[in-house]
């Protein structure tokens, strides 16, 4: 069964880091791209970025550039989204997606990570 | 940036009505690239239509999505209480439109 499988919800304070987990079952992680897309409460999607595991491109929301990286393990199909300098509008649920290349359709979708930045 | 704005924001309908929920975009998009979600309260969202008029896997032929340019349609043809939740459109793999919420009548 194809699944992306994300890590647990977490409390952080103003300006630590977050590092959430994507971990795909089912296929390969090599063969799509990862893209990260968050949601904040009551709030419409946003999408923050794409990876390629391939070759490890980035495409990242010009919005969030400088604090966030997207990276990939590979020998355990695993993704990661860290966002650093974090502030309380970060307060979200965050979602990996899978999509074949940059630009196309997201068909898996993991179950989304709450994240709440409080101090 | 293109800006996709959908409307109507809120409709309300009954079960076994049609809705037609619109996206459009502040300038000219690729058929290719213009997607549509369906998200349902608590759940992460679904793809329902992918290439403005394909159906992904798994979709009933009750949706049907339609357009190029700068406006694309969502169709639903006779609703099913399970249809009832928010549908996004998005664009080339990232901006979203700010979701229409289809609710019981």
């Known amino acids: 069964q194809v699944q992306l499988v994300q890590s647990g919800a977490e409390v952080k304070k103003p300006g630590a880091s977050m590092k959430v987990s994507c971990k795909a079952s089912?296929?390969?992680?090599?063969?799509?791209?990862v893209n990260w897309v968050r949601q904040a409460p009551g709030q419409g999607l946003e999408w923050m970025g794409w990876?390629?595991?391939?070759?490890?491109?980035?495409n990242y929301a010009q919005k969030l550039h400088g604090r966030v990286t997207m990276t990939t393990d590979t020998s355990t199909n695993t993704a990661y989204m860290e966002l650093r300098s974090l502030r309380s509008d970060d307060t979200a649920v965050y979602y990996c997606?899978?999509?074949?290349?940059?630009?196309?359709?997201?068909?898996?979708w993991g179950q989304g990570t709450m994240v709440t930045v409080s101090s | 940036e293109i800006v996709l704005t959908q409307s109507p924001g809120t409709v309300s309908l009954s079960p076994g009505e049609r809705a037609t929920l619109s996206c459009r975009a502040s300038?000219?998009?690729?058929?290719?690239?213009l997607v549509w979600y369906q998200q349902k309260p608590g759940q992460a969202p679904r793809l329902l239509i992918y290439?403005?008029?394909s159906r992904a896997t798994g979709i009933p032929d009750r949706f049907t999505g339609s357009g190029s340019g700068t406006d694309f349609t969502l169709t639903i043809s006779r609703l099913e209480p399970e249809d009832f939740a928010v549908y996004y459109c998005?664009?080339?793999?990232?901006?979203f439109g700010q979701g229409t919420k289809l609710e019981i009548k």
């Open positions: 998005q664009q080339f793999g990232r901006t």
């Open positions: 997606a899978r999509g074949k290349q940059l630009y196309d359709a997201f068909d898996i």
């Open positions: 089912g296929y390969t992680l090599t063969n799509y791209g």
């Open positions: 300038q000219s998009v690729s058929s290719s690239y």
């Open positions: 990876i390629s595991p391939y070759n490890g491109n980035t």
């Open positions: 290439g403005a008029s």
